[in-house]
């Protein structure tokens, strides 16, 4: 007999819900281009900055750093109360916040006025990427969240990709506290419409499992979800990864300039290239993973070894590029490495959803920022400290990048022998709170 499948309003499979979850999707890649726009500034603007403020590359390193001293407190407390302030709330106050923090660097500022603005930037930031990829989730189902993920990490790349020449054309135009003052407007535009039209989906309040995915408790105990290989693999695997990308952030400008001796207009131009090749890299892995789920791969290939696999390349091409002198050969793989490093990030995130309980989800991405973004905290200081301590510039930031490309092959073996989301789904179940497996499986089935 045939079935007849209706689609509910207000679900997942409703085409005005659909048309709904593209827009917000939209915005939230927005919000991380705006995100990853305030992170790239400070390195545009080094240059003009060191120079007004007589900052060596230490003290600059210090101004890097700052960004990501509170970053971790604020992403646990941002993953917490995502699980209470509805994301309407509380995605357009973060985003009100970022607004005024940047609007004090639009006047003539002092280096502690400037550790305390990037200080409260980085803790109002912290929870941004937790909550676009809790919000983005609760659109679309457990297994089309892939390109969603993806999409909402490849708006990071499009931030310093668009950002990086504007902002230094109004750098070059004007200065760089103009620079900061755009910012600032931006980010309070976005306030707004992510208040008039931006909220959680409703996917975000089911634990009920679409075919092929493992149904997950309502609630497991945290030090169980942190003591599962998939969760140490993954925070291991973005710790690295994100220490590379803090590194492109903060430095990359700088690197170009100073390590290779590029002027502000090619260094400009060359800056825009990794991150061009990231935002479109993370697309298509996301493209590509979910393509492999829909041929029946596994999650643990899909979602783990991809991403994982992804970083060890990335490493070895840091370490590669490091290596040589200034020239064709040195930028391509740079640039690959920053494709590569990038691309599996929307994956990976997709990967903890598939352990994550729906109602601890914003707090499970929100710890796992916090503690991955120490790796911002470590690199950009020791970067600045190996720079200032090598026998030349260009030799100094040699050294560095060879230092964070072995980190990053370490942090890529761990995650590709550990993480395993399916596994660790199956086995999260007798550990739910409330009960024991079979309680639990009586709570799904019970009419």
């Known amino acids: 007999m045939a079935v007849e499948h209706h689609e509910v309003p207000g679900s997942a499979a409703d085409p005005a819900t659909r048309r709904r979850a593209r827009f917000v999707l939209a915005l939230l890649v927005c919000l991380m281009l705006v995100n990853f726009a305030d992170k790239v500034v400070v390195g545009l603007s080094g240059v003009g900055m060191?120079?007004?403020?007589?900052?060596?590359?230490?003290?600059?390193?210090?101004?890097?750093?700052?960004?990501?001293?509170?970053?971790?407190?604020?992403?646990?407390?941002?993953?917490?109360?995502?699980?209470?302030?509805?994301?309407?709330?509380l995605l357009a106050g973060i985003a009100s916040v970022w607004a005024l923090t940047l609007a004090p660097m639009a006047a003539q500022v002092g280096f502690t006025t400037i550790v305390v603005c990037r200080?409260?930037?980085?803790?109002?930031?912290?929870?941004?990427?937790?909550?676009?990829?809790?919000?983005?989730?609760?659109?679309?189902?457990?297994?089309?969240?892939?390109?969603?993920?993806?999409?909402?990490?490849?708006?990071?790349?499009?931030?310093?990709?668009?950002?990086?020449?504007?902002?230094?054309?109004?750098?070059?135009?004007?200065?760089?506290?103009?620079?900061?003052?755009?910012?600032?407007?931006?980010?309070?535009?976005f306030a707004v419409l992510w208040l008039c039209c931006g909220d959680t989906g409703p996917e975000g309040v089911s634990p009920v499992a679409a075919a092929g995915v493992h149904a997950l408790p309502e609630r497991v105990p945290l030090r169980r979800l942190f003591s599962t290989g998939t969760l140490v693999g993954m925070v291991t695997l973005f710790f690295v990864a994100y220490a590379n990308t803090s590194v492109a952030v903060s430095w990359l400008p700088l690197y170009l300039r100073e390590g290779l001796g590029y002027d502000a207009g090619a260094a400009s131009k060359l800056v825009v290239l990794p991150f061009l090749g990231a935002a479109a890299a993370v697309i298509v892995v996301g493209a590509i993973s979910g393509a492999l789920t829909r041929r029946g791969v596994g999650n643990r290939i899909t979602r783990g070894v991809l991403p994982a696999a992804l970083v060890l390349a990335s490493g070895v091409c840091t370490v590669a590029f490091a290596s040589l002198d200034r020239g064709v050969p040195q930028m391509v793989l740079l640039v690959i490495s920053a494709c590569l490093n990038s691309a599996g990030y929307g994956v990976a995130f997709a990967g903890l959803s598939d352990v994550a309980p729906v109602k601890q989800r914003g707090a499970v991405f929100g710890i796992v920022t916090g503690i991955y973004s120490l790796g911002a905290v470590i690199a950009p200081l020791v970067l600045g400290r190996l720079v200032d301590a090598g026998s030349s510039t260009e030799a100094g930031y040699g050294k560095g990048f060879v230092v964070l490309g072995v980190a990053m092959i370490v942090g890529a073996v761990v995650a590709l022998l550990l993480v395993n989301p399916d596994r660790d789904a199956r086995r999260l179940l007798p550990h739910s709170e409330g009960g024991t497996i079979e309680n639990y499986v009586t709570r799904m089935v019970k009419p």
């Open 119 to 189: 200080v409260l930037l980085g803790f109002a930031e912290g929870p941004t990427v937790a909550l676009a990829m809790q919000v983005a989730h609760s659109w679309f189902p457990a297994h089309k969240r892939g390109l969603p993920s993806s999409l909402v990490i490849a708006g990071a790349g499009f931030g310093p990709l668009i950002a990086a020449p504007a902002l230094t054309w109004v750098i070059e135009a004007y200065s760089w506290h103009a620079a900061f003052g755009v910012l600032a407007v931006f980010g309070a535009v």
């Open 50 to 89: 060191k120079k007004e403020l007589g900052l060596d590359s230490a003290e600059f390193g210090v101004v890097q750093s700052a960004f990501f001293w509170l970053f971790a407190a604020g992403s646990v407390l941002g993953g917490w109360l995502g699980g209470r302030v509805r994301a309407r709330w």
